[in-house]
């Protein structure tokens, strides 16, 4: 099967901007992104795939759990399903989720106190 810019969906989440290669009706077994983060990314899990963040430029920090997880260049980064995390820094990422991103099984952690 081939994938290309123009297959998936294009998403804007203010730090963090791209597109998937594909979605869970196309290819439920696996999904792919591109994506530049410049800022942060909320903290987050999925309870339904492993995702593997392989960094192309720049870098940033991963925030795992309870470790902190440096990434650069040519890196990859795992983060394992229903694993709390998020991250932040300046790079450009293809990113991989097994099985395919499913946006009903994302869980997003509210950080602001009332």
Do not use: W
């Not at 597109?19 to 800022?39: D, H, I, L």
């Not at 903290?43 to 995702?51: E, F, V």
């Amino acid at each position: 099967m081939k994938f290309s810019q123009n297959s998936g969906y294009k998403f804007d989440r203010g730090d963090v901007k791209g597109f998937s290669f594909n979605t869970k009706e196309q290819f439920p077994r696996m999904s792919a992104a591109y994506f530049v983060c410049k800022g942060k990314h909320p903290k987050m899990k999925s309870i339904n795939s492993d995702r593997l963040y392989f960094v192309l430029k720049g870098n940033a920090t991963f925030f795992i759990k309870d470790k902190v997880v440096s990434a650069k260049e040519k890196e990859i980064i795992i983060v394992p399903r229903n694993t709390p995390y998020s991250y932040e820094g300046n790079m450009e990422c293809f990113l991989v989720h097994s099985p395919a991103f499913d946006r009903k099984k994302e869980v997003r952690y509210n950080l602001h106190k009332s």
